[in-house]
């Protein structure tokens, strides 16, 4: 989805101006097993364009087999004696309730005390495109809007009733009378809609690292899934990149330490320097930007390139020699609540501090709860603040950080010559505490919750360019 919990319907975000994670490494064998090469130009036929051929009919089994293989590795991963469901994700599991928020979601739910699940779907769609069809200064007018005054800001209409038509081949949702989709379901329904109204112009595709790419706290190893689908987006001419809250200033092996496996790869695959320049790391939010070199390392890239420019500079005023004075009061005001509360919260924690962040680590168990209160009441605290913030429960810890991915995403967009409606972000954390959150202003968005659903869509997405190629 790519609703925000920003102002209702605001114009689309320009460049120049700011606005107001251990399934991972089950190696993808069975799909190596079943699915076909994609198709190439000369496969083409006439015939394929027919929604009704061969080829549409596979794409929507494709779908369900690939659905089929997620549901089968959480069950396996999870050591599960019942049936699988799409809210067995360990990342979903493990943090409830608190994770599925999400007000178009919420709002389609809503619809189904009232519609049939197709109703529901097709209104929704409905609503939405009438949304888009109006001037970006007249969509808070639309009627979707009135429904769900926080829905944010969309770059496509979203063919929502073909999402559910393919899913409901494996879920068979649209049959079920007395057990109505749960927000798990819906999600995916809207990822796969986005994954076909993105794919036709998609040139950029960033991704959240942990819990994303990998399971949270995890590196990128060897036999990582995602490797493969990362370089065919890659040979194709999609830009792609991992836009993280980690940050390691001036220390790239740091850097190149998180994504050993990736990188490894990109050698071992010989990737020439053309597909090769089509990856980059925005780090510390969106502070530190490295691509690779010759040499397969990661490298910064000299901030007078990609953030010291006309039309982003102003984004980062507060990196800027004059501001550090600014930037140091944020950071200790941030530290000082964050102790607080942890003290208050009874919570055995130890500091971290860097050039553009402060965070508390727990020391010793606890619950997600209380990462949840110091990470809101983080917010509330320093809402007045001047200096450009995050501030975001990680899952294992609460950091605040000094810039957000909206202003990582709308500079990597800048620097890449690209619009938000020719980007895919996909993350794990879209919740109103969650440092991904903030991208759904800039760009498309996917919301995962797991390394295992980031690779089944990359695979849908994937399949999804070829065919809009060659038909």
């Not at 979707?144 to 559910?164: C, T």
């Not at 510390?284 to 490298?299: A, I, K, P, R």
């Amino acid at each position: 989805p790519e609703g925000a919990t920003a102002a209702p319907a605001p114009e689309r975000p320009s460049a120049s101006a700011p606005t107001p994670d251990a399934a991972n490494n089950v190696i993808d064998s069975a799909a190596a097993a079943t699915a076909q090469p994609p198709p190439t130009p000369k496969d083409a036929r006439p015939e394929d364009a027919d929604p009704n051929s061969s080829k549409a009919r596979e794409t929507k089994s494709r779908a369900a087999q690939y659905m089929r293989e997620l549901i089968n590795r959480q069950v396996k991963n999870n050591k599960l004696s019942r049936a699988g469901s799409l809210a067995d994700s360990t990342v979903l599991r493990r943090k409830g309730r608190l994770k599925e928020q999400d007000p178009f979601i919420e709002f389609i739910i809503s619809l189904f005390k009232t519609h049939e699940t197709e109703e529901a779907l097709a209104k929704a769609e409905r609503w939405l495109a009438d949304a888009l069809a109006m001037p970006p200064n007249k969509r808070r007018f639309a009627n979707i809007y009135f429904q769900v005054p926080k829905l944010g800001y969309f770059f496509h209409p979203l063919p929502l009733r073909q999402a559910l038509a393919e899913y409901d081949e494996f879920c068979a949702l649209t049959k079920r009378k007395y057990v109505k989709p749960n927000f798990a379901e819906v999600r995916h329904v809207v990822n796969i809609a986005q994954v076909h109204a993105s794919a036709k112009e998609v040139k950029l595709v960033t991704f959240d690292a942990d819990g994303t790419l990998y399971a949270d706290g995890k590196h990128f190893e060897e036999d990582n899934q995602m490797i493969d689908k990362i370089i065919q987006l890659m040979e194709i001419g999609v830009h792609v990149a991992i836009v993280t809250a980690a940050g390691y200033p001036g220390d790239s092996k740091k850097f190149e330490g998180r994504l050993r496996g990736l990188l490894d790869s990109f050698r071992e695959n010989e990737l020439t320097p053309e597909t090769r320049k089509r990856f980059s790391v925005m780090g510390g939010e969106c502070n530190y930007l490295l691509e690779v070199n010759e040499n397969f390392e990661l490298e910064f890239v000299d901030p007078a390139v990609w953030r010291d420019q006309p039309s982003t500079k102003n984004l980062y005023w507060y990196a800027q020699g004059e501001a550090k004075t600014k930037v140091e009061a944020f950071l200790d005001r941030a530290e000082q609540f964050l102790k607080d509360e942890a003290e208050h919260l009874e919570l055995d924690y130890e500091v971290l501090r860097k050039e553009f962040a402060v965070g508390i680590l727990p020391q010793s168990s606890t619950v997600y709860e209380n990462l949840e209160e110091i990470s809101i009441g983080a917010m509330i605290e320093l809402s007045d603040a001047e200096v450009p913030y995050c501030a975001f429960n990680g899952g294992n810890d609460v950091f605040v950080d000094v810039g957000n991915k909206n202003i990582g995403l709308q500079t990597l967009m800048n620097y890449l010559d690209l619009e938000g409606h020719q980007t895919l972000h996909v993350g794990d954390r879209f919740t109103s505490t969650g440092n991904d959150s903030r991208v759904r202003d800039a760009c498309s968005i996917l919301w995962v919750a797991s390394p295992d659903e980031t690779t089944f869509f990359m695979r849908l997405l994937y399949r999804d360019i070829v065919n809009a190629r060659v038909l």
